[in-house]
């Protein structure tokens, strides 16, 4: 059996030694995922509900236990982590609601009575990447569970630890054994096992756009139903009608939050011109304040990155780059062990500059002047991303304008917020296909079926 040692990428300590999951366990799990299938479906709604609310108080229960558990895991600061583990309490909370609300509908037909009904897919999988292990997974299990699926989960190879402790926290809840299984392991065996076994019924993605092709492109062998949440490079529109010190103080933790490894990242920062320089001067200062530093210090915002490759990557784009990049500042970081990288704002001369067009997934924000609403509009969208985006403005015309125009899933105005249980969350373009959270995610792990039932005989 193979092992993966994680690493605390703050300390770059060995934290612990995980056996991964190959072919045959994988299969083995599907087995026993199908095998359970007719039970979990089969239980009365109230009492599917009642289990998923047990679920949740269960991780209520041990919030700061998960939350500790992400920071030593995946580096994240204590605060983030404990909203981390928070919200997977609230997402099985909000869809614990969900078995006995899967209404359909009653339309009207000639000769009988037609009705439609939500069935659960089978088996479906959940794949989690290393940059929100616990939220990312709770969005694809609550709703699953409840739309009466049986799930099997893969958390990314670097980060399995609190999703192995969910699992073992949903059997204390009383989920049955077998209905919700996490399977740590490597997205080249679990992963893809998961994209050829036939009684897998859907994959839920969430990482890079390349594998989320493979997956797609894999998938269509069997007909199998994707969910794909992929990268962003999400623009923050900054016009000169906005409170530009709200703006300029919001900016470094729409991107530095998570180290930048956030696919909602604002990392393409869009200033009116007539106003640029009254915001890099703001903005270079409410970015001295950022504290960047031990993730388990109450007061740090700003935390290393998950591993040394993630650096490397990280460097590539700056540092190491073809291209030349000019940096206009940069923030501070510790030295010694761990993966710091300082936050560091550049400054692209074209749209077409690397550090301006790919997604970098680190610390790393580019700021670029605009002339008018059109070019704004233009620059925002001269991107093959489409998952969120900020809107800073007093002009409620043109908040609405704008936020039409831009194409992106999730648009805040003077806000940078992304991200709530109960609104739906996805992307344009290359950051995917399909809606999780919300009140429409059941439709992603149910089939419509139809019956009409005729009253002549
Ligand atoms: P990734 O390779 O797409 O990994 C995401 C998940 O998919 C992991 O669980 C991974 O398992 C699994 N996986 C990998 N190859 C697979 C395959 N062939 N079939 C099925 N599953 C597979 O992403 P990454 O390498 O961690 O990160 C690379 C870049 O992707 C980042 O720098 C960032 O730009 C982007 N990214 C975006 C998001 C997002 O939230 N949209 C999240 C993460 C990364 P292993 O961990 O075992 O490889
Ligand atoms: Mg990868």
């Given at each position: ?436 959270l919300g009140p429409d995610a059941l439709d992603a792990f149910t089939e419509v079926k139809n019956v009409f ?5």
């Amino acid at each position: 059996m193979s092992t993966h040692d994680v690493i605390n990428p703050a300390t770059e300590e060995t934290v612990r030694s995980i056996d991964l999951v190959g072919v045959e366990e994988t299969d083995e799990a599907v087995a026993r995922a199908v095998e359970v299938g007719p039970q979990w479906r089969g239980l009365a709604p109230a009492d599917r509900g009642r289990l998923l609310r047990r679920f949740s108080a269960v991780v209520d229960d041990h919030l700061e236990e998960l939350a500790l558990l992400e920071v030593e895991n995946a580096g994240h600061t204590i605060g983030n982590a404990r909203w981390e583990a928070g919200n997977v309490r609230d997402v099985l909370a909000y869809y614990s609601a969900a078995p006995e609300r899967l209404f359909g509908k009653q339309i009207p037909v000639a000769g009988g009575l037609d009705v439609t009904f939500k069935e659960p897919l089978g088996v479906v999988s959940v794949i989690v990447p290393w940059n929100f292990p616990m939220p990312i997974a709770g969005w694809g299990f609550a709703p699953a569970l409840a739309a009466g699926n049986t799930v099997l989960l893969k958390p990314a190879e670097l980060t399995p630890l609190t999703a192995m402790r969910l699992g073992e926290l949903a059997l204390e809840a009383g989920i049955p054994e077998g209905v919700f299984t996490v399977l740590p392991g490597k997205g080249s065996v679990v992963g893809e096992r998961f994209v050829t076994h036939p009684d897998v019924r859907k994959v839920c993605f969430t990482g890079s756009t390349a594998v989320g092709q493979g997956i797609m492109r894999k998938a269509a062998d069997q007909l199998k139903r994707v969910t794909l949440e992929l990268g962003g490079k999400s623009a923050n529109i900054v016009f000169d009608d906005s409170d530009l010190d709200a703006a300029a103080a919001a900016a470094p933790m729409s991107f530095l939050d998570n180290a930048g490894q956030d696919c909602c990242a604002r990392t393409r920062i869009l200033v009116q011109r007539n106003v640029f320089d009254a915001f890099m001067e703001r903005f270079e200062a409410a970015m001295r304040d950022v504290r960047v530093g031990d993730p388990g210090d109450e007061a740090t915002q700003m935390g290393p990155l998950v591993s040394a490759g993630q650096r490397e990557t990280v460097r590539g784009f700056v540092e190491n780059s073809d291209e030349t990049v000019d940096v206009a500042f940069r923030g501070s970081a510790p030295e010694g062990d761990g993966y710091w990288y300082p936050p560091t704002v550049v400054l692209p001369t074209s749209t077409k500059d690397r550090v301006w067009q790919d997604e970098i997934f680190g610390p790393v924000v580019g700021v670029m002047p605009f002339d008018d609403e059109a070019d704004a509009i233009a620059k925002a969208n001269d991107t093959a991303y489409g998952l969120s985006g900020s809107i800073w403005t007093r002009d409620v015309g043109r908040a609405i304008r704008v936020s039409r125009a831009v194409e992106a899933g999730n648009l805040s105005v003077n806000s940078h917020s992304s991200v709530r249980y109960s609104t739906p969350f996805g992307g344009f373009k290359a950051s995917g296909i399909g809606r999780e959270l919300g009140p429409d995610a059941l439709d992603a792990f149910t089939e419509v079926k139809n019956v009409f039932i005729s009253t002549d005989n």
